[in-house]
């Protein structure tokens, strides 16, 4: 296995977790109808994951210790920090400068951190 199909993040909240997915960070509903899950695209690309209501039972877990989403961005990584400062968005931090190029974390409700790269 050498290739990874689909990420898929277990939330507290669907709707929650949904709103803030859709409202702060500018995904998209890839339009796929589940009532446990929700797929989403970014602004029109090609990168796909979902978040779900939980497998398990994750009561007293602590979600999103040690897990990163990475999205590649077009727009320049400043402005994508202005307009999630602008929706009150909680950050991990100013812009990053990486071996990949610049980065700027986001935490999700459940504290899943998203990571915009601008690649060089």
């Not at 398990?56 to 999205?71: A, C, P, Q, R, V």
């Not at 402005?79 to 950050?91: G, I, M, P, S, Y």
């Not at 100013?94 to 998203?114: C, E, H």
Request: net charge negative; aromatic share 10%; charged share 25%.
């Amino acid at each position: 296995m050498r290739r990874l199909e689909f990420a898929s993040l277990q939330v507290t909240n669907l709707e929650v977790s949904k709103d803030f997915y859709t409202t702060k960070l500018g995904f998209e509903e890839a339009g796929i109808p589940n009532p446990q899950a929700c797929v989403f695209k970014y602004k029109q690309g090609e990168a796909s994951f979902a978040i779900r209501t939980p497998i398990g039972n994750l009561e007293g877990k602590e979600l999103g210790i040690g897990t990163s989403l990475w999205f590649a961005i077009d727009e320049e990584i400043e402005d994508l920090q202005a307009e999630l400062v602008a929706k009150q968005v909680t950050l991990v931090g100013p812009i990053q400068v990486t071996p990949f190029g610049k980065i700027l974390i986001a935490k999700d409700p459940d504290g899943y951190s998203i990571t915009f790269l601008k690649a060089h």
